[in-house]
């Protein structure tokens, strides 16, 4: 030990007080009393290196001077010098040589362990955890010191003790959290020490290995150097919720997550789901195994579902047949890496429990009309080889054992029946890959007939869910926008055949496109740029739910065209009839011409039979023309007044109740019949969505069994929201009790909650969506609740977060609904979502971002920006509630603690963060009344969640300096916060990201300068020891109480 020269008149004060005191042979308590002499009040010895002087002293022969080194004890007890002080000092003696010197610093530094803390300024607390740092090398250096001369002298007593007694320390550092976090502190302070010191420890473990039988219990040095070079304090926060299987029959927020993809995420990539899934388990606590059940049992319950609209049981055969083994293929993949093969355990091991479930596959199969299994089984094995032939096989043969109803429904296939649903749909997945090919073709000739066939109601729906299952639901779009733009014009030298055909493939073209916009979207139709026709009559023209549009409010009438348009369709010969015609013309006409009708027939000037052979003319002229009339019809009829609208309703009206009026005798072009019927449908649902019901997505079958369409004078359940006199807070309320109790989501319950949502706007429907879910006393009530609300915030998963953050949680902490906390696990239950929402929100913005999935309506999507797909129409309200939120939260954007521009963080993102930082400040806003209370619970429950989530490194950094000292003085076991709790919301440390964690968040976003990563160390190291002092404190209260 080397110690700086005495230059001040205090230090050899100090060093004459030392000579005087050996001399004379002082007490420690006399020792204490003339120290205090000497130095000034309120001053520390470390200033004056007194631990230094005082080891000086008591090491400079071969055995160490006991009293002197009592002297230390005491000014340590006595706070006249710091454990940190005297730490450092004993880190720096280098008599290694000397061993009983050092076994006596052993017992010093043995003896101090159970107390160590500090009381001092966060810098002295920040030495400490440097300290430790020293101390941990310095007990590494003893270890490598006594384990060589071991080996040099085969038997040394005294240097097996000091080897023995150092690793003892360096265990109990190990078990001790408040020092593995203070050491954590002090490693991110000073790594160049740490590095050395991990050398050393290789060193050390190198001769511990080599040493054979001399040193006893090596077995357990090792382990234990092992333990602390590769200690975490971090890791110990694990996950505060495990599912439980035995006691939730379900994990609701599965089949509810699941229900939502199905139905309104019909098109979005399997990889994004599987991500979403993947999250979910690490918030749920899911296994591989129980996160792969709870999907396979998620999907078949759908499928036992009954169906809300027609065409919904296909999206589900499509997305558990096709989509699922996609799904759980990508989770595999993400789970054991890109070159996982072979057989998944966990996989197995789901299917096997699946298989017993046998009442609920009973009425799958019942219902489909197939052994469902089976199909999924062989697509697993076929498609992704994670279940090998021989276990499918023998799950197979066991469910046709134990099943009811298969053997019935074999017997059907035997005498001839229809297939099931599943059959079709795989046997078109192939086809719909040809189709590709043959799209692919400029030929309009060859691709003639392919259109012929998908215009046809039978093969068109299997298609094109097989299509929107396996992600190319877009590409047969696009196709179709190509073939429609081709067609469009007429080509030089164009014969009447060619007229013809470029017609039908501009009909047809047409109405399939319709027909996707409306069973999935608009947004898989038109692309971002939007530059041909039909995308842009869609985006202009086409009825979407919320969304009021005024086609041909500025467009102004041209009589000749008019004239000249009704002079076309009146033409009966087809060779006249389709030659040099721009269809895209004649569409934009067809509106304006029958407009000046009705306006004509309103005035008595044009007899209302006139007016419907026009639309028959029209309908044999062209099935998309009457597509045409009937939009400016729908939105007609939403802006004028009761009496103006009833003509126009009795238009659209016939044209839904006469498609099977064909006058034979008027020629049409080929498959009339089948672009009739596909045309009615179209307007159907044009209607529905006039009426502000849900956007149904009629099949085919359904409408040749009817002799013809329904009027639209008939009352709809889509349209009861509309009509209803009842306020949607109970309308929510009730359609809360109905799926409650069983956690599972039906189809018409989530149809009205998105109505619901679309109708009451996103401030209204999630404060009130929590608030009736908080109404459960019991806690599994209070986790089925949770789950729910979870799902159904997910259709706008980030607009969602921001008003349960801004609006529905303010009210439980600072607002009226304070007193509902009063109920103990209501705080667990609303910290867990509230988590759970900021944590899949903030993976949903970050960069690069999701593309909108095609089909959504209301921007429904993880992460839509501004500038994509889903912001190029007019707004609805739930558009402008949420974006005048934004716009709110974007204001307040200075005072984050994250700075805007930041790389990889989008604007979504900075209004997530702002969202986080205000209530983070409400909270601490509240902590300062310093009274224990329900709100406080809560606030405490948000931040354990909070620290126990994955991916919450960036929110932690948001959180306000006195939070938690605010906090924790207040908060006794088991509310209070762990050291390593402490450590990773005051100086948090992002993990070391996985590839799947990378392909989650990308990189990190908002890492911390320098200077405050050194100010956030400062205050973790305050905070540590304030909660070890409060610690030590009961301990001691404990003790005496005794």
């Known amino acids: 030990m080397v110690l700086e020269p005495l230059s001040s008149s205090k230090a050899g004060t100090i060093r004459s007080l030392l000579i005087r005191a050996w001399r004379e042979r002082w007490s420690d308590l006399q020792w204490g009393i003339h120290i205090k002499t000497v ?119 005294e240097l097996s003790a000091n080897l023995s007694l150092a690793a003892s320390i360096l265990h109990e550092i190990l078990n001790c959290t408040f020092l593995t976090c203070m050491l954590e502190i002090g490693r991110r302070e000073e790594p160049g020490t740490w590095s050395t010191c991990m050398k050393k420890m290789t060193e050390v473990e190198t001769l511990l290995a080599g040493a054979g039988t001399i040193i006893e219990n090596k ?29 939730v029959p379900l994990c609701h927020a599965m089949h509810s997550l699941v229900m939502l993809e199905v139905i309104t995420h019909t098109t979005r990539d399997a990889a994004t789901f599987a991500h979403q899934l993947l999250l979910l388990q690490q918030l749920q606590g899911l296994t591989t195994m129980q996160l792969y059940l709870e999907l396979l049992r998620s999907s078949f319950l759908g499928l036992s579902c009954p169906e809300h609209q027609a065409y919904q049981e296909l999206k589900w055969v499509g997305f558990t047949f096709i989509k699922v083994p996609t799904i759980l293929y990508t989770i595999h993949v993400m ?134 299952a396996s992600g190319s639901l877009h590409i047969f779009a696009q196709k179709f926008v ?103 013309e004649l569409c934009q006409v067809a509106a304006v011409a029958f407009r000046e009708v009705v306006s004509a027939a309103q005035q008595g000037a044009v007899p209302i039979q006139r007016v419907k052979e026009l639309l028959d003319r029209l309908r044999y002229h062209l099935c998309c023309l009457p597509i045409c009339v009937a939009t400016w019809l729908c939105s007609h009829v939403q802006v004028v007044d009761g009496e103006q609208a009833v003509q126009p309703l009795s238009f659209l009206n016939y044209l839904l109740t006469s498609f099977n009026d064909h006058d034979a005798s008027v020629p049409t072009l080929e498959n009339f019949k ?85 109708l009451g706007g996103i401030k209204w429907f999630v404060c009130d969506l929590v608030k009736t879910g908080m109404q459960s006393v019991f806690k ?85 920006t501004p500038g994509g797909p889903s912001n190029y129409r007019k707004r609805t309200y739930h558009d402008r509630i949420l974006d005048d939120l934004e716009s709110s939260l974007q204001a307040h954007s200075v005072e984050l603690a994250i700075a805007r521009g930041t790389p990889g963080l989008t604007k979504d993102g900075t209004s997530l963060l702002v969202a986080v930082q205000s209530l983070l400040l409400l909270m601490t806003q509240v902590s300062r009344a310093g009274v224990v209370s329900p709100v406080t619970r809560l606030v405490v429950n948000i931040l354990h969640e909070l620290i126990a989530a994955p991916y919450s490194h960036t929110l932690l950094t948001l959180t306000p300096p006195a939070l938690l000292p605010n906090l924790v003085p207040l908060l006794s076991p088991p509310d209070a916060f762990t050291y390593a709790e402490l450590l990773a919301i005051t100086a948090p440390k992002p993990t070391c990201q996985s590839g799947l964690a990378k392909d989650f968040i990308g990189d990190f976003i908002g890492a911390q300068t320098p200077a405050q990563a050194a100010g956030a160390r400062r205050a973790a190291a305050k905070l540590l020891c304030v909660q070890r002092n409060l610690a030590l404190a009961n301990e001691s209260f404990t003790e005496l109480t005794l």
């Open 780 to 864: 599994s009530d209070l986790a089925r609740a949770v789950d729910l609300i979870y799902a159904l915030l997910h259709q706008d998963v980030v607009g969602c977060t921001l008003s349960l953050l801004v609006h529905a949680l303010p009210m439980y902490i600072s607002g009226p609904c304070s007193a509902d906390l009063l109920s103990e696990p209501r705080t667990h239950a609303l910290a867990h979502l509230a988590v759970m929402m900021i944590i899949s929100a903030w993976l949903a913005v970050q960069q690069p971002p999701v593309k909108p999935e095609p089909g959504s309506t209301m921007s429904m999507v993880m992460g839509a």
């Open 482 to 584: 190509k073939f429609n733009e081709v067609s469009m014009d007429p080509q030089p030298g164009e014969t009447s055949k060619m007229a013809i055909n470029r017609a039908l493939m501009f009909d047809i073209s047409f109405l399939l496109l319709c027909h996707i916009a409306q069973l999935y979207g608009i947004d898989v139709v038109v692309s971002e740029k939007c530059e041909t026709f039909v995308e842009q009559w869609m985006k202009e023209n086409m009825p979407e739910l919320g969304r009021v549009k005024a086609p041909l409010m500025t467009t102004r009438t041209d009589q000749n065209a008019v004239e000249d348009f009704i002079r076309q369709v009146n033409v009966t010969d087809l060779d006249l009839k389709y030659n040099m015609v721009p269809w895209s």
């Open 219 to 247: 077995d357990i040095l090792i382990k234990t150097v092992c333990q602390l070079r590769d200690i975490q304090p971090l890791d110990s926060i694990g996950s505060k919720h495990k599912f439980d299987s035995t006691s």
């Open 674 to 758: 089948d672009r009739s019927t596909l045309m009615v449908q179209i307007v159907e649902n044009m209607a529905q969505v006039m009426k502000g019901g849900a956007q149904p997505a009629v099949n085919n079958d359904s409408m040749n069994n009817s002799s013809s369409g329904k009027s639209l004078q008939k009352e709809e359940s889509t349209n009861s929201l509309l009509s209803s006199q009842e306020p949607l807070s109970n309308l929510l309320r009730e359609t809360w009790k109905q799926v409650f109790p069983g956690g599972v989501i039906t189809h018409k319950a989530l149809a009205t909650f998105r109505d619901l949502l679309r």
């Open 335 to 468: 789970l054991n890496g890109e070159n996982a093969t072979g057989e998944s355990e966990d996989l197995l091991t789901a299917v096997q429990r699946l298989a017993q479930l046998t009442i609920l596959l009973d009425q799958v199969d019942s219902r489909i009309n197939c052994n469902c299994l089976e199909y999924l089984l062989n697509e697993l094995c076929n498609k992704t080889s994670l279940i090998s032939e021989r276990d499918a096989q023998e799950i197979i043969t066991k469910r046709v054992k134990e099943s009811n109803v298969l053997s019935n429904i074999q017997k059907n296939d035997a005498q001839g029946s229809h297939p099931g649903n599943p059959n079709l749909i795989l046997r078109a997945q192939p086809t719909v890959t040809s189709i590709l090919k043959t799209l692919s073709n400029k030929n309009q000739e060859s691709v003639l007939p392919v259109m012929n066939l998908l215009i046809s109601g039978k093969s068109r729906d299997l298609l094109l869910v097989a299509a929107a």
């Open 39 to 157: 130095l000034p009040r309120a001053v520390s010895g470390d200033i004056y290196h007194l631990a230094d002087y005082i080891l000086q002293q008591a090491l400079m022969g071969p055995l160490p001077n006991n009293l002197i080194l009592s002297y230390l004890r005491h000014s340590l007890s006595s706070q006249i010098v710091s454990y940190g002080g005297v730490i450092e000092s004993i880190s720096k003696y280098d008599g290694l040589h000397k061993p009983h010197c050092v076994h006596a610093l052993l017992d010093l530094m043995q003896s101090m362990m159970k107390s160590v803390s500090c009381r001092g300024k966060p810098e002295d607390c920040l030495v400490l955890a440097t300290s430790i740092v020293g101390g941990v090398k310095w007990l590494i250096q003893v270890m490598g010191w006594s384990t060589q001369q071991l080996l040099d002298l085969r038997n040394a007593p």
